[in-house]
C-alpha cells in the first residue's frame, strides 16, 4: 500500500484478488489493519497544510503531468483493469482514456478557482467569499470502473488543494495500487495521496471516518452502503459526496431512427459488460417499433464474442465476480418466472471464469426484478409501451436517478421527456453521457454532488464569507 509515500505491507495480512476470467488468484495484496489507518490519515494530514497552499498552478503541473503518464502508460493500466475486473481490453482502453481526462480537466480548472466581491443590499458593506480546500478527504471506490472512479474523485481533490486516503475496492485494488506509484512520478508529494486496500472495507472505512483529521468522504458504489456511509458521516457532519447506484430507462420513441437507437443501446447497454451505474438497464419502446428494436439490438448482441477478458478478439469479457453472476441469474430466472420471454441468452454457461451470456427479454412485466433492480450485467429487458406519457410513467417509477436516455427525431419531443425524467443525466440520441467536462450525479437515491464539469472541484472546496467594512 502507499503511505506517506512509502510502499507498505498491511498490519493485517493479505488477500487475494481473483483473475474473473478463471476464478483464479491473480496476486495478493496487503490488508490494512487500524495502524496503517491511523498512518495513511497521519500523512495526508501531515502534507495538507503545504498542499493546499501549493501555488494552483504548481498543482495543475502535477495533475498535467499525471495526464501525459497516464497516457503513456495506456497500454499497461488497460491491460490490468482486463486482467483484474474482466471488461474487454477496448472497454479498458476507453477507460484509460477517460480516467485520463479527469487529470486533464481538473488541470485546468485548478486554476480556475474564484471567489466573489459582493456590495451589501443596504449598500454599505462588501461580502467577501473565499474557496479553501475541506482538507482530507477519504475516496472509497468501487471496481466496475478501477481507475476512472478513482481520478474523477481524486484529481478535483487534489486541484482543490485537498490530501487524501484512497480505498480501492476489494476486487481491484491493483489498477489503484499502480495509479498510486505513477502519481509519485508525476510528481505528487508523499502523504499527499495514500491508498490503503483491504477486503473488509466496512471495517477500514470506519476507523477512518472516526479519525478527526478526516472532513470529507467521496463513495462511490451501491445505494445500501452509501446509505450507511452517509448514517457514519452524520456522527461526525463530514462533507459527503455520493454517487450511488441506477436503474436507467432507455426510451426509443416512434419516430426515432433505429440504428441510432441500436447503436446507442449497444453502448448504453453493453459497455464494461453492462457492469455501469450508467447503464441502461430497462428499455421502454413504443410498441409499433419495439419488436423490430429488440430483434436488431438481440442480433447485435448475439454476435458479440465472448472470452477472456485480455484476449484482444472478446467483446464480452466475465462479470468480476461469482456474487454478481449469481445476482444476474437470478434477476432473470425470477422475471422469466413472472412472465418474460427470453429472445436471446438467458443462462449460465458451465466451465471456468464468471460468465454471464448476453441476454434480451421481451414482454417484461414492468414489475419484474430486471425492471426494478439495478441488473448490472449483459441482460436488456425490453418494454412495450403506449406512448411518451407511459413511458415517462414507468421510467420515473423508482427510487433511483442516475442517466436515462431517449431517442426521437424530433428534439422538441426529446427535450421535453428530458425534462421531465427524475434523473441527474439524460443522453438525447446518445448511448454515453460520461464526460469529464460535465457534471455527472444522480438525483433521488442515486446520490448527492456532481463530479466532473465546472461542479466536480467544489465537491472539495469550502467557502468562507468575509464581512467587510470597506
Ligand atoms: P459496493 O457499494 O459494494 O462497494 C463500493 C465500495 O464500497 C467498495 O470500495 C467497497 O469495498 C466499499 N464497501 C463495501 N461495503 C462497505 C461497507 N459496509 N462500509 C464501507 N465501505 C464498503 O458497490 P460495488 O458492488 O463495488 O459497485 C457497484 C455499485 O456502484 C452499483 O450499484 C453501481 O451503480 C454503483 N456505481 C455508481 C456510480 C455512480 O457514479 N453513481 C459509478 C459506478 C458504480
Request: glycine share 10%; net charge negative; hydrophobic share 45%.
Amino acid at each position: 500500500m502507499l503511505v506517506a509515500g512509502q510502499w507498505r505491507a498491511g498490519s493485517a495480512g493479505t488477500f487475494g484478488v481473483a483473475d474473473p476470467s478463471t476464478g483464479r488468484e491473480l496476486a495478493r495484496v496487503p490488508r490494512a489493519g487500524a495502524d496503517d489507518a491511523a498512518a495513511a490519515v497521519a500523512a495526508a494530514s501531515a502534507a495538507l497544510p503545504s498542499w493546499a497552499s501549493a501555488a494552483p498552478r504548481e498543482r495543475a503541473e502535477v495533475l498535467r503531468r499525471a495526464f501525459d503518464l497516464t497516457l503513456a502508460r495506456r497500454e499497461q493500466l488497460a491491460f490490468l483493469i482486463s486482467l483484474e475486473m474482466g471488461k474487454s481490453l477496448a472497454d479498458a482502453r476507453g477507460e484509460v482514456g477517460y480516467a485520463a481526462e479527469f487529470f486533464r480537466w481538473f488541470s485546468e480548472e485548478a486554476v480556475r478557482v474564484g471567489g466573489e466581491l459582493r456590495t451589501a443590499p443596504a449598500g454599505a458593506h462588501r461580502i467577501l467569499t473565499l474557496r479553501r480546500p475541506i482538507g482530507v478527504t477519504l475516496l472509497v471506490t468501487p471496481w466496475n470502473f478501477p481507475l476512472a472512479m478513482v481520478t474523477r474523485k481524486l484529481a478535483p481533490a487534489l486541484a482543490a488543494g485537498c490530501t487524501v486516503v484512497v480505498k480501492p475496492a476489494e476486487d481491484t485494488p491493483l489498477t489503484a495500487l499502480v495509479l498510486g506509484g505513477l502519481l509519485a512520478e508525476a510528481g505528487v508529494p508523499p502523504g499527499v495521496v495514500n491508498v490503503l486496500t483491504t477486503d473488509r472495507p466496512a471495517e477500514l472505512v470506519g476507523r477512518v471516518l472516526a479519525d478527526d483529521r478526516v472532513r470529507k468522504l467521496s463513495f462511490t458504489g451501491s445505494t445500501q452502503v452509501g446509505r450507511s456511509l452517509l448514517r457514519q458521516a452524520a456522527d461526525r457532519v463530514l462533507g459527503v459526496s455520493m454517487e450511488l447506484g441506477g436503474n436507467a430507462p432507455f426510451i426509443v420513441l416512434d419516430d426515432a431512427d433505429l440504428d441510432a437507437a441500436v447503436d446507442g443501446a449497444m453502448v448504453a447497454k453493453m459497455r464494461s459488460g453492462g457492469q455501469a451505474c450508467t447503464a441502461a438497464n430497462r428499455f421502454f419502446v413504443q410498441a409499433a417499433v419495439a419488436g423490430e428494436f429488440a430483434d436488431r439490438l438481440a442480433a447485435r448482441m448475439a454476435a458479440l464474442r465472448t472470452g477472456p477478458a485480455t484476449d484482444e478478439r472478446t467483446e464480452l469479457g466475465p462479470m468480476v465476480n461469482e456474487r454478481q453472476v449469481e445476482g444476474i441469474a437470478r434477476r432473470v430466472e425470477d422475471s422469466v418466472a413472472a412472465g418474460a420471454k427470453v429472445l436471446l441468452g438467458g443462462s449460465r454457461p458451465a466451465g471456468l471464469g464468471y460468465y454471464y451470456p448476453a441476454t434480451v427479454l421481451v414482454d417484461v412485466p414492468a414489475d419484474a426484478p430486471v425492471a426494478r433492480e439495478e441488473i448490472f450485467g449483459p441482460v436488456a429487458p425490453v418494454v412495450a409501451v403506449r406512448d411518451e406519457t407511459e413511458a415517462l410513467a414507468l421510467a420515473n417509477d423508482t427510487e433511483t436517478g442516475l442517466a436515462a436516455y431517449v431517442y426521437t427525431a424530433d428534439l422538441a419531443r426529446g427535450l421535453r421527456v428530458s425534462e421531465r425524467l427524475e434523473v441527474g443525466m439524460v443522453g438525447l440520441n446518445r448511448g454515453l453521457v460520461s464526460d469529464p467536462a460535465a457534471p455527472f450525479g444522480g438525483v433521488k437515491q442515486s446520490g448527492l454532488g456532481r463530479e466532473g464539469g465546472f461542479e466536480g472541484i467544489h465537491e472539495y472546496l469550502e467557502t468562507v464569507y468575509v464581512a467587510t467594512a470597506w
